[in-house]
């Protein structure tokens, strides 16, 4: 027997969480996030429709773009669907979630003075976000997290060459703990995931030898120990 009750509506959008390692406020390194102004009290994440004949990672990439200027994101990957009935007001509107990177040697700064302007702010000090997309950042970072551990993800973070104590502030700060450079590049280096350039950087402030340079050997995602997991120091 049909209901006689009409079909509502259901809009579907995206959102990304896009993470780049940055100085924070402090001048230390930090993970931050890239939002949108949405009203006075609120941020979110960038997005919106998916256009009829788009898919939604190039819908997330042209939100990203047109919103905050940002073109060049060096991973990009679904994170989930959310599809709570009441998870915004008014028509339901079910979220397609993605996750972004963008390295450190990107220049990523949103253009100032434009209407709604984006903004990078620290994970660990993000003002009030509109709905849920606190739930989708915090996915998003245990995503990072999850994947540092058995995957080479942290070439979409890092600059082109680098040396290991830069790269290991890099995970540090995409994992929330500090990273020891030496354990580190034992660690890659076994798994054939960084390889020396033969170069050197510059002398730090304290002085004393170059660093040697390193670079990620692929610029894709790549699988390097399904079993792996890091964890903090005791």
């Not at 809009?11 to 890239?34: K, N």
């Not at 008014?90 to 253009?111: C, E, K, N, Q, S």
């Amino acid at each position: 027997m049909p209901s006689s009750t009409a079909p509502s509506s259901t809009a579907v959008e995206v959102r990304s969480a896009v993470f780049q390692v940055r100085d924070d406020d402090a001048g230390a390194v930090a993970l931050h996030t890239l939002l949108q102004k949405h009203d006075d009290e609120c941020w979110a994440l960038p997005g919106g429709e998916i256009g009829d004949r788009e898919t939604a990672a190039a819908a997330a990439r042209r939100h990203l773009g047109t919103q905050s200027g940002l073109t060049r994101i060096a991973h990009l990957e679904q994170l989930s669907v959310l599809s709570d009935p009441d998870r915004v007001p008014g028509i339901r509107t079910i979220a397609a979630t993605y996750l972004g990177l963008v390295p450190t040697d990107v220049p990523a700064d949103p253009a100032p003075g434009e209407p709604n302007a984006a903004a990078w702010f620290d994970v660990d000090e993000l003002p009030p976000l509109t709905y849920d997309h606190d739930q989708i950042v915090a996915l998003a970072r245990a995503r990072v997290a999850a994947k540092l551990s058995y995957t080479n993800l942290a070439f979409a973070l890092a600059p082109t060459r680098f040396a290991m104590s830069e790269l290991s502030e890099i995970y540090g700060a995409a994992l929330g703990y500090p990273v020891d450079a030496t354990n580190l590049l034992r660690v890659l280096s076994r798994r054939g995931v960084v390889v020396a350039t033969g170069t050197v950087g510059r002398t730090g402030r304290s002085g004393g030898r170059p660093p040697a340079l390193y670079s990620f050997a692929d610029d894709r995602l790549v699988v390097t120990d399904e079993f792996a997991t890091l964890r903090p120091p005791p």
